[in-house]
């Protein structure tokens, strides 16, 4: 199959809106390929695009979009608001400023990007209640469709539920072999939180891992579709990033086979505790 277009599947939040499963991520420092996100949109049917304020791309990532042609209702952007901008005002403001640099009218989901605000005098849970009410509100007035966190923990999750109203639609977190937190799994999904996966082939540590090669030689596919179908598999909405076309193609092509009940236990079985990313755990 070409394009992932028609066979890319949807996971359903709990306002009933449809995330697609794979998405492809952008980040800074070089994160980021006018060209590859236009040709992930035209050529690889991609439809569901992930930046962030901190990446420094909304920008031109909002020119590929319209450059794409594609109809803004039949696109997923997601961007995240950064620390320097958490408290009430700064966050709607932040927000605001995000949907003008893309260019669009609302966003289809709004993150805060990192549980650690950092805002001298003022513990953190005070300051990401007081952010969240302010994406509870551009939620209520429609600037964004779905809200959400990322880097969160459970004790983060927990403290939010009690201080606020609307619980986040999404927590997207590191997740790869080597990463699996399935305690915070499990609790997303019990709080109807939509999980989903960044870092999924490891920042490449997982791609010249032996299992992961046994298996890409036993399905007769790359290694970085192994380890994105077996985060599909596990139901994690995905998002590699690339800026090379024909890995982004590669990274598509993940809906055409599946992978074993003992080969996704033999992933399942990878899991170090290893960060790529940063690390959430000594966020209070």
């Known amino acids: 199959m070409h394009s992932i277009e028609t066979t890319c599947p949807k996971v359903a939040l709990s306002n009933g809106l449809e995330i697609p499963i794979l998405g492809l991520g952008t980040s800074h420092n070089g994160g980021y390929s006018h060209d590859t996100v236009l040709y992930a949109l035209r050529e690889c049917g991609m439809r569901h695009i992930d930046t962030a304020t901190r990446y420094g791309c909304e920008e031109q990532l909002g020119r590929a979009v319209r450059e794409s042609g594609i109809p803004r209702r039949d696109l997923w952007l997601t961007t995240k608001l950064w620390p320097a901008d958490y408290g009430f005002n700064s966050a709607k403001q932040a ?56 880097n969160f923990l459970m004790s983060h999750l927990r403290e939010l539920k009690e201080d606020c109203g609307v619980v986040p639609h999404v927590n997207q977190v590191e997740y790869h072999p080597f990463q699996q937190p399935e305690e915070l799994q499990t609790y997303c999904h019990q709080e109807g939180i939509v999980f989903e996966g960044y870092c999924p082939l490891a920042k490449g540590q997982a791609l010249s891992h ?7 030689q036993k399905y007769g596919r790359t290694p970085s579709q192994i380890c994105i179908r077996w985060s599909l598999q596990n139901k994690v909405v995905t998002i590699p990033k690339s800026t090379k076309k024909e890995r982004v193609m590669e990274n598509c092509q993940v809906f055409g086979f599946e992978l074993e009940g003992a080969d996704m236990a033999l992933l399942g079985s990878l899991h170090d505790g290893r960060h790529m990313s940063w690390d959430p755990t000594h966020v209070e």
């Open 95 to 150: 927000c605001r400023r995000s949907c003008s640099l893309l260019g669009v009218e609302y966003l289809d989901l709004y993150l805060i990007h990192w549980p650690d605000a950092n805002v001298p005098g003022r513990s953190n849970r005070e300051v990401r209640a007081e952010t969240w009410r302010a994406l509870e509100e551009l939620y209520d007035e429609g600037l964004c469709r779905s809200i959400g966190v990322s």
């Open 210 to 216: 032996p299992v992961v090669l046994q298996m890409a």
